[in-house]
């Protein structure tokens, strides 16, 4: 039953909230163009790694504005808002724009956090990491077995390997303790090994796993097996 209008004649003067959930480019302008227009008492955008300040233009007319961001991947639209029941919604602005960024989670059963302007980008880089850097970590895995040879079949197993993954780490005290592998248990000539063979296929792609091990390395460098030699430890193998 909702009457759809363009930006330019949206009014909602009078209400309690304006929600700009729109992608990060066109906040800056969207809220200038309804800043011309009456608007609700809170206006709140839904994007990461932006802080409340994109929506100057509504602040300067009158409005308080805040951001309200779930941290939910979207791979498209969510069709049940049941989705967002223990998510983290993480919050930022005027007072009364926080106030009311903080009811709207709690009425989704979502579990608000509070994320200042100035940790808005490293926040929202970290959340990317966190989901899109594991689905691109599950693609390069099943594109280093389709460069051997092995059956696309292997591609559930890998998807399957990190669920599993995910589930122990949600459960570990402190996350490195939950990596797994060779580097983790300190055993760098089955790296060493699987890294050269990498390279032969793909150079790029081997360089890129370098990386990575170093971060692995990093990281476990207080479980890795004492058997190995310290420099071992705290620096990648080189191929």
Known sequence: GATAVGIDQLR????????LAISDPALASVATSLAEKPQAEVALHTAGALDASVLAPLRAAGSSTGSLHPLMAFPGILADPGQADGKVFAFDGDPQAQAL???????????????PAEARPIYHLAASLAAGGIVTLLA????????QGLPHELTEGYVALARGAIEQASQASELPGAITGPLARGDLGTFQRQIEILEKLDKGLAQAVMGLAELTLRLTSDKADTKSPPEARTEAPRA
Do not use: C, D, F
Request: glycine share 6%; proline share 3%.
């Open 12 to 19: 909602t003067e009078g209400q309690s909230l304006l929600l």
């Open 101 to 115: 960024a903080v009811r709207l989670a709690l009425s989704w059963s979502g579990i608000p956090v509070h994320v």
């Open 140 to 147: 390069t895995a099943a594109e280093m077995a389709r460069k």
